[in-house]
C-alpha cells in the first residue's frame, strides 16, 4: 500500500476529492467514501489476489469502474485517506462460527480519535455481524 502513495493517478485523484472538502474533514471522509461507492462493482475471485490501487484506478479509467472485491477496495480506500492525512486500519472479520478463516476486510478510519467503519462493499449505514475480529493497522 505504501508504494502507492507514490502514484500520480492517486495523488490526482486524492487532491480532486479534497478539493470537494478541504476544511471539514468529517465531510471529506464521506465524499471519499461517496465516490467510491458510485463507481464500485463487486467481483468475486475463484482464487484470492490483492489489486493494486493503481490497477484499480486504471480500471476507472478504462471503464469507469472500480472493479474488485472487498480487500482490493479496501486497499484502494485506505490508500487514499492515508494520501488526505487520516489514519486508517483494516479489520478482517470471521462472518462464520465454524470456519477458523478470516472472510471479509473493511477499513476504519480515525477522524479525531474516533474510528469510523467504511465498507464500500455492502450498503451505506449497514451493521456488520461477525464472530471475530481482528485490527490490522496501516
Not at 467481483?43 to 472487498?70: H, K
Not at 471479509?104 to 467503519?117: F, K, Q, S, T
Request: charged share 20%; net charge negative.
Amino acid at each position: 500500500m505504501l508504494e502507492s502513495l507514490q502514484s500520480v493517478k492517486l495523488a490526482k485523484l486524492a487532491s480532486m476529492l479534497y478539493m470537494k472538502s478541504p476544511t471539514n474533514k468529517r465531510n471529506l471522509l464521506s465524499v471519499v467514501d461517496g465516490y467510491l461507492r458510485d463507481r464500485f462493482v463487486y467481483q468475486s475471485e475463484a482464487i484470492e489476489t490483492l489489486l493494486y490501487p493503481d490497477y484499480m484506478l486504471n480500471g476507472l479509467e478504462i471503464s469507469g469502474r472500480l472493479v474488485g472485491d472487498c480487500d482490493d477496495i479496501s486497499t484502494l480506500h485506505a490508500t487514499l485517506l492515508t494520501a488526505l492525512g487520516f489514519p486508517v486500519r483494516f479489520v478482517a472479520i470471521r462472518s462464520t462460527y465454524t470456519d477458523p478463516n478470516y472472510d471479509h476486510v473493511y477499513l476504519e478510519a480515525n477522524n479525531d480519535g474516533d474510528w469510523i467503519m467504511y465498507d464500500v462493499t455492502i450498503p451505506l449505514n449497514s451493521t456488520i455481524e461477525y464472530f471475530s475480529r481482528l485490527n490490522i493497522p496501516v
